[in-house]
């Protein structure tokens, strides 16, 4: 690693600038868990006192936890069929023709570039179609969607360093291609295709603007909750459970930071 | 306890991408047991013949026969070849125990039996007790000899090379070149060896097939290709060739006004065709002033430099035509003291079987 430069005094712009963003990146976290932890009614800032009533709220209200369930759930299936649609994705395009790959590199990577609200409105639609509006498999889906850009990215980078005559020599050695992929090349990007799980988990969780469209009823997931209590009656149980998700997302983007490092290794 | 050694039978192989020709209707039998190696430069189809006999890459037209069994759309992991790499592509994230004893779960071999067989290959490249290092400690040569007790582990009958020497130095090389001709010789095992180094070819092989514009140019032993290239390219290509332009009149070939002999009869040109007088460095000699033997053809002119390279001694020489030829002598006291000096006329013989003379 580079030693840290000295502070250069031409750059003091830049230095404010750098310090603007980093400001306003932290401040909603900076007020949202002082607030999840205040006693009062209301969403106070700062809190006069404090307490930690609102997480009991959330822990004994049965409509919050069914909203976690099933957010939770929705992740983790997110993440089984993701991880392999975006490794097979990202597999196939270092097969097929330079050409044919930048097609497909296109069009994996258009959830990314249309607007969510667009994408949203349109998987609305179908849906209403083939009645998968609030359907656990219909969250799924949608969610893969959106996911899947950043699951195929992140095996692409590893597939990138891989050296394909591996995958020659086990064949000439007796493996199946089948064989060779599971035998040689999925073990060497593991790290990879696990990271891009830790990835897209933390994205169907997070995801707000598909589900406020396509996840209610039964199967209404924490954000959509989280969106339709602060509508009603501002509640700091929202504060307390967005404290939760910040700390899992933390969580798994330390467990994401070992994997890369492991990667590496 | 080898396989028996299997012949190859390459016939009317052909490969076409978009446009390029990478192979031109190929026929080629190789021997059971023997070693040909492939030499060519890049592009000139080598390696995707070497693909085409390991089932990476598909034939357009032709087929592909090992023994009596026919394989030109067979699935690699059923063709039985071993196979070593350029870059031995071992599996980095396997001991080299695993990487050698990988295809033996394929053969249901396990247990001692597989171990066994491990340790005889790793003995074979003399890596016995290597078995449980990570590939990452391996040096170059090291690795070498993984890859290579990884693809004769199993016995296959056809072993598959594709320059796999060329990532270590000179001196590793030339070592590994007579351990793997040894062991190729100790297996019987019918090689194909693809190289771009046409030392290497000469040194190692029973023949060498020399490839060209997706085509096999000329097939024969080290020797007949050496000494008996067919065209100007096989003579560029193999050995420093130096072409000097002739003038053929009447079947006779003429180097200024001088009639050449040559070891075969008369010339089978036409007059007006262009031809060439191909001379090595090393089939020239500084004749002793007076001297003219009757086999020899005469080239007379004056030394233009001399250069010193430690084994051997190299003239540059510029005759009296206006052609210059360089020649090689053996860096020797008998040589030395009658080496000519720069400025010097002199007189070199080349005999009339050194005398190659090709069409352009």
Not at chain 1, 192 to 209: C, K, M, N, R, T
Not at chain 2, 130 to 136: C, K, L, P, Q, V
Not at chain 2, 245 to 266: K, W
């Amino acid at each position: 690693m580079a030693s840290a430069a000295p502070l250069n005094p031409n750059r003091f712009w830049l230095y404010c600038v750098a310090a603007a963003v980093i400001f306003f990146l932290i401040l909603p976290i900076a007020v949202v868990v002082p607030v999840s932890f205040s006693d009062s009614k209301y969403l106070q800032f700062p809190p006069e006192a404090y307490s930690t009533r609102w997480y009991e709220s959330y822990w004994n209200s049965s409509d919050w936890l069914r909203a976690t369930r099933v957010s939770l759930t929705v992740a983790f299936c997110t993440v089984l069929l993701t991880v392999p649609l975006g490794t097979a994705a990202a597999y196939a395009m270092t097969s097929v023709s330079p050409r044919a790959a930048r097609f497909l590199q296109i069009v994996l990577l258009l959830p990314m570039i249309v607007p969510g609200m667009l994408v949203a409105i349109g998987i609305f639609y179908i849906y209403i179609r083939f009645k998968l509006v609030n359907s656990l498999i219909g969250i799924v889906v949608a969610h893969t969607v959106l996911a899947l850009p950043f699951a195929v990215m992140t095996v692409q980078a590893a597939l990138q360093s891989f050296d394909f005559r591996q995958e020659q020599a086990a064949m000439s050695l007796g493996a199946t291609r089948f064989g060779a992929f599971f035998r040689v090349t999925l073990p060497q990007i593991k790290a990879a295709v696990i990271s891009s799980g830790l990835f897209v988990f933390i994205i169907s969780l997070d995801e707000v603007v598909i589900s406020l469209f396509i996840a209610g009823g039964e199967n209404t997931v924490l954000t959509r909750r989280m969106f339709v209590a602060l509508r009603d009656a501002v509640d700091p149980t929202v504060a307390a459970i967005s404290t939760l998700l910040i700390g899992t997302t933390l969580l798994l983007l330390v467990a994401l930071a070992v994997t890369r490092r492991g990667q590496r290794g | 306890m080898a396989n028996e050694s299997v012949p190859i039978s390459i016939s009317g192989l052909a490969k076409t991408y978009g446009s390029f020709a990478a192979l031109k209707d190929v026929s080629l039998a190789v021997g059971a047991g023997e070693f040909l190696s492939v030499l060519g430069p890049s592009g000139s189809g080598k390696t995707t013949m070497l693909m085409m006999l390991a089932g990476f890459v598909g034939a357009d037209r032709g087929s592909i026969r090992f023994g009596g069994r026919e394989v030109t759309s067979l699935a690699p992991h059923k063709r039985d070849i071993g196979m070593v790499f350029q870059n031995y592509a071992l599996f980095p994230h396997m001991t080299v125990g695993e990487n050698v004893g990988f295809s033996l779960r394929y053969r249901r071999i396990s247990g001692e039996t597989a171990s066994g067989r491990i340790a005889d290959a790793l003995k074979m490249v003399h890596l016995s007790g290597f078995e449980g290092r990570s590939i990452n400690q391996l040096s170059g040569g090291q690795r070498q000899r993984v890859a290579l007790a990884r693809a004769i582990v199993f016995n296959p009958a056809i072993l598959l090379m594709d320059e796999p020497l060329s990532a270590l130095d000179k001196k590793l090389r030339e070592e590994m070149q007579i351990e793997l001709r040894q062991l190729q010789q100790r297996l019987g095992i019918t090689t194909i060896y693809v190289t771009h180094d046409q030392r290497e070819a000469l040194s190692m092989s029973d023949r060498i097939a020399v490839m060209n514009h997706g085509a096999i140019e000329q097939i024969g032993t080290p020797s007949e290709i050496y000494d008996n290239p067919k065209s100007l390219f096989i003579a560029q290509f193999m050995g420093e060739s130096q072409c000097l332009r002739i003038r053929t009149v009447e079947g006779d070939a003429l180097l200024g006004d001088r009639t050449l002999r040559t070891r075969g009869g008369p010339l089978k040109f036409g007059p007006s065709e262009h031809a060439f007088l191909v001379v090595r460095p090393e089939k020239l000699v500084v004749l002793k002033p007076g001297e003219s033997p009757d086999e020899m053809n005469v080239l007379e002119g004056r030394i233009a430099s001399s250069l010193f390279q430690g084994e051997s001694i190299v003239l540059n020489t510029e005759l009296d035509t206006g052609d210059t030829v360089t020649l090689r002598i053996a860096s020797n006291q008998l040589a030395r003291c009658s080496l000519p000096r720069p400025g010097d006329r002199v007189r070199l013989g080349l005999h009339s079987h050194d005398t190659i003379i090709l069409p352009d």
